[in-house]
Nanobody, 126 residues
Framework: EVQLVESGGGLVQAGGSLRLSCAAS????????IGWFRQAPGKEREEVSC????????NYADSVKGRFTISSDNAKNTVYLQMNSLKPEDTAVYYC???????????????????WGQGTQVTVSS
């Protein structure tokens, strides 16, 4: 059974930090790209970051570049999103998603992913 389980969300004041985790199982983790997306109530889903496990390449949305860092621990089948200098506009439900990058020509922010986690809430107070 394929599973993606996010954790690490919570309530933090502006300027604080959180570390999100995405624990994966049931597929070939090392071959996949793992993306982070977020969606606030009443707003459209937006891309946050992505890492390709095969080569370690990373991508970031302009809104989080320099503040967020994505990383992968292949031994633990887990991807992390370290979020620093959090802003109220970062408040959203954060989702991780997985796809085999060899099978997709679309860009990482296209939302074309095979598997999605349940999401974890991040709330940043002003």
């Amino acid at each position: 059974e394929v599973q993606l389980v996010e954790s690490g969300g919570g309530l933090v004041q502006a300027g604080g930090s959180l570390r999100l985790s995405c624990a994966a199982s049931g597929f070939s983790f090392d071959d996949y790209a793992i993306g982070w997306f977020r969606q606030a109530p009443g707003k459209e889903r937006e891309e946050v970051s992505c890492i390709t496990n095969s080569d370690g390449s990373t991508n970031y949305a302009d809104s989080v570049k320099g503040r967020f860092t994505i990383s992968s621990d292949n031994a633990k089948n887990t991807v992390y999103l370290q979020m620093n200098s959090l802003k109220p506009e970062d408040t959203a439900v954060y989702y991780c998603a997985a796809r085999d990058p060899r099978l997709y020509a679309s860009p990482w922010w296209s939302f074309e992913y095979d598997y999605w986690g349940q999401g974890t809430q991040v709330t940043v107070s002003s």
